[in-house]
Nanobody
Framework: QVQLAESGGGLVQAGGSLRLSCRLSGGIFSTYAMGWFRQAPGKERELIATITNAADTYYPNSVKGRFTISRDNAKSTVYLQMNSLKPEDTAVYYC???????????????WGQGTQVTVSS
């Protein structure tokens, strides 16, 4: 059974950086497309980064140029480097794994438990 375990969340000042990690177990990591989502209080869960198993990436405008997703197939781990953090980036961040449909469109089937990121002003 596929399991995802995130780490790296915490409290950071505005303008700072954090790197989140997510390790996949119970499956062949290289065959999965991976993504990061976030959910702030009172808001819907938002896709913020995708990386396919061909290493194609996608970012919405809200994080493009500040966040970078990467993967290390040898370590079964996906990363999210977050720079120039803003208070509005405060949320629970979730890792997800799934299958690529077309291009960077992914059907996510597995989810991590989430890690809190808090950005103070």
């Amino acid at each position: 059974q596929v399991q995802l375990a995130e780490s790296g969340g915490g409290l950071v000042q505005a303008g700072g950086s954090l790197r989140l990690s997510c390790r996949l177990s119970g499956g062949i990591f290289s065959t999965y497309a991976m993504g990061w989502f976030r959910q702030a209080p009172g808001k819907e869960r938002e896709l913020i980064a995708t990386i396919t198993n061909a290493a194609d990436t996608y970012y919405p405008n809200s994080v493009k140029g500040r966040f970078t997703i990467s993967r290390d197939n040898a370590k079964s781990t996906v990363y999210l480097q977050m720079n120039s953090l803003k208070p509005e980036d405060t949320a629970v961040y979730y890792c997800a794994a799934g299958e690529s449909l077309i291009g960077v469109l992914v059907k996510y089937n597995y989810w991590g438990q989430g890690t809190q990121v808090t950005v103070s002003s």
